[in-house]
């Protein structure tokens, strides 16, 4: 007669289910992050840019010392420290804490997970990098042009917009849902 499980088993079971798919997302990001900044540092250094699609893409190889599009790149190093090491370690460790105890909601598992695996992947181009995060990738048309960005880039834009989305419309749904009841 096989046994039933009880409720804290049931719960403890999905806790670990999801705390191994927040684990797979953030790796399976820092994996391509890690494969294409290789590829960028093996293939598209000391070339011409290679133009793609007309040169919507661009691929060409840049190193940042700020965040995002350069912001902060000629602080004192201190202050670079600070906020680009320090502050997103401690962040980091929290939010991923957090997800891995508490949270339940698949959508805020998968779009913080990416959040996190690409803030990992340019955490740690500072930090075993001598502070520089390598960049490969600029799209856009004619002179309407992104900065050089990265995949880590990519993965943490995609979690905060997809939150965001699903957020407003969840909200929007349950106020919906008030309003028939």
Known sequence: MPQTMTLD??????????????????????????????????????IEPINLLNGFIILKYAENTG???????????????????????????????YLM?????????????????????????RLFNNFK?????NIGIGNIRTRTFNLADISMLFGMVIYII???VIEKNKNINKQDA
């Open 67 to 97: 965040a995002f599009m350069g912001f902060g790149a000629n602080w004192n190093i201190y202050i670079k420290y600070s906020i680009f090491i320090i502050i997103p370690i401690i962040v980091t460790v929290i939010a991923l804490i």
């Open 166 to 168: 699903l957020s407003i």
């Open 101 to 125: 105890i508490k949270e339940q909601k698949m959508y805020r598992l998968i779009t913080f997970s990416c959040i996190i695996g690409g803030a990992i992947g340019n955490l740690t181009d």
């Open 9 to 46: 088993e049931k719960l403890a079971a999905k806790r670990r289910n999801h705390v191994i798919f927040v684990i797979g997302i953030i790796l399976l990001n820092l994996l391509l992050d890690k494969l294409t900044k290789y590829f960028a540092l093996e293939y598209l250094m000391d």
């Open 133 to 137: 995060v390598i960049d490969f990738l």
